[in-house]
């Protein structure tokens, strides 16, 4: 990831091999604000350019240019906010300056240089071009044999001389940083193929991060697994010549204040999905290595909530495993003992992730008695067709948890819309044979999965994160690359930064 500094400096006086400039379309028009300097400095050829390339100012587009060595920076990159009303959110910056960063990449710039727009809260700006450039300069590249593509070494943060030196700046920044490098550790698991980020694999990177942070850890194997109960975890593994792995990441304050009602976080973590004896489609599979993007958000998090220490206890669990066809594996019909006691009929080996889930998140609220619990989990295809590719889907009980998540998700700048946990459903979820079914029928898919996962919270609050669309993308969108996004972790942090222990 490439290191990140404030400055202080006029737009035309900063030094940078790209300078980033985010711009309005109402400041295009007009050639205002440092545009107008700039075109003073350039002799005109800044004003030529914005002519003959038609570059408005519209949101996502950019243009490069030579500033022919009469500034500081080599090249003066233009950055379109959208209009005026679009513009003002941190946001809006934090998209811009991704896309700066691959500019930069694409020009060779070995530096980059962002201004922070007038008129946005510096601290704010400063987090939100510091994340985006950060962000956008990500590119997974580690199995790449010939020439890997080019990034930005160093990014500066541009703001009004004297601002740089503010101590929110400065905390912003290190927010920032601390912030985006958990994003990359999260994306690179992501992105990882399934033969390298196996259970036990997966289970070492979270142990490592936690030891590296300061965090208590604890994974536990098979035996262990089946001790606690775990009867659909256990199931789920059987067709799999990978064990499974159930892990636990925390942070405990000293004193009194780590006695308090823990938050828990608990993330999906099946490495690789084929379906089980339910198969899925090849076209289906090949991205079934992201499936356990859930579990790299909640672990990632945890490195900057050690970083952040707050007053009060932090847990992260997943429950690692595969879910594959093998002869042994478990099988529609089948019937499954929940670490809680309760039984589940399978009816679809592909609903695997809710199976998992319900027994961690069971044994989490019997024994840590948390506050509240969130998991996050690329759960149900349901929500991609509801919500889109880019929009987490949100669903759990009426109270402060669901609240808490979408006001986190806000501030943080992803996209969570919330959906409902309607109690008709729920009879779909009734079995013949045994207290529920782990699935029900094919409308309101992702809602019948909330409801499932319901059963195991303990009445604990609760709320879920469906990121099956978000957590992958096929196309660069701002400050997202090809491939694992780190979505929901910079919802998660702001969760922990703004929670009220009891």
């Known amino acids: 990831m490439p290191t990140l500094h404030l400055r202080g400096a006029t737009p035309a006086a900063a030094e940078a091999d790209l300078l980033a400039l985010p711009v309005t379309e109402e400041e295009v028009k007009a050639l205002s604000g440092p545009l107008a300097d700039l075109d003073r400095r350039l002799s005109g050829h800044l004003a030529a350019a914005v002519r003959d390339e038609g570059f408005t100012g519209k949101a996502d587009a950019t243009l490069v240019l030579h500033t022919l060595g009469r500034l500081p920076a080599a090249r003066l990159c233009l950055v379109g906010l959208g209009t005026r009303r679009g513009a003002g959110s941190p946001e809006a910056l934090r998209v811009a300056a991704g896309h700066a960063a691959r500019a930069a990449g694409r020009a060779g710039a070995r530096s980059l240089a962002v201004v922070v727009p007038a008129g946005l809260d510096p601290a704010d700006g400063v987090r939100a071009a510091a994340e985006g450039a950060l962000l956008g300069a990500y590119r997974f590249d ?253 669903l759990g009980p009426d109270g402060p948890v669901v609240e808490a998540v979408l006001e986190a998700a806000r501030r943080s700048g992803e996209e969570l819309w919330r959906l409902p946990l309607p109690e008709a459903l729920r009879d779909n979820l009734k079995s013949d044979v045994a207290d529920l079914k782990n699935t029900g029928e094919r409308w309101g898919g992702a809602l019948t999965a909330g409801l499932f996962l319901q059963e195991f919270t303990g009445g604990v609050p609760w709320a879920h994160l469906d990121v099956a669309g978000p957590s992958h993308t096929t196309k660069e969108r701002g400050y997202w690359s090809k491939g694992g996004t780190g979505v929901p972790l910079r919802t998660l942090v702001e969760l922990v930064r703004s929670w009220k222990p009891a």
């Open 142 to 394: 580690r199995y790449l044999s010939k020439q890997k593509p080019a990034r930005p070494e160093r990014v500066a943060v541009v703001l009004p001389r004297g601002q740089e030196r503010a101590a929110a700046a400065k905390e912003a920044a290190r927010l920032a940083e601390a912030t985006a490098g958990a994003v990359a550790w999260a994306r690179d698991l992501v992105n990882e193929p399934p033969a390298a980020c196996t259970p036990s694999a997966l289970a070492r990177a979270a142990e490592e991060l936690g030891r590296a942070a300061g965090l208590r850890v604890e994974v536990r194997g098979r035996r262990e697994i089946a001790a606690l109960g775990m009867g659909m975890f256990l199931g789920v593994t059987r067709g799999s010549a990978e064990e499974p792995r159930l892990v636990k990441l925390s942070w405990i304050p000293k004193g009194a204040a780590g006695k308090r009602p823990p938050l828990v976080l608990v993330g999906k973590a099946v490495t690789f999905d084929s379906g089980g004896l339910s198969l899925k489609p090849t076209e289906s599979m090949v991205t079934m290595n992201s499936d356990m993007a859930g579990a790299a958000a909640v672990v990632g998090a945890m490195r900057v909530v050690a970083a952040l220490a707050p007053p009060f206890p932090v847990h992260a669990l997943f429950g690692a495993c595969e879910n594959m066809p093998g002869g042994r594996a478990y099988k529609p019909s089948d019937v499954l003992r929940a670490c809680n006691g309760k039984t589940v009929q399978v009816t679809n080996t592909d609903a695997e992730g809710r199976l998992v889930l319900g027994d961690v998140l069971a044994w989490a609220a019997a024994t840590l008695k948390p506050a509240a619990l969130v998991d996050v989990a690329t759960l149900t295809g349901a929500c991609v067709v509801a919500l889109g590719p880019t929009v987490a889907g949100v």
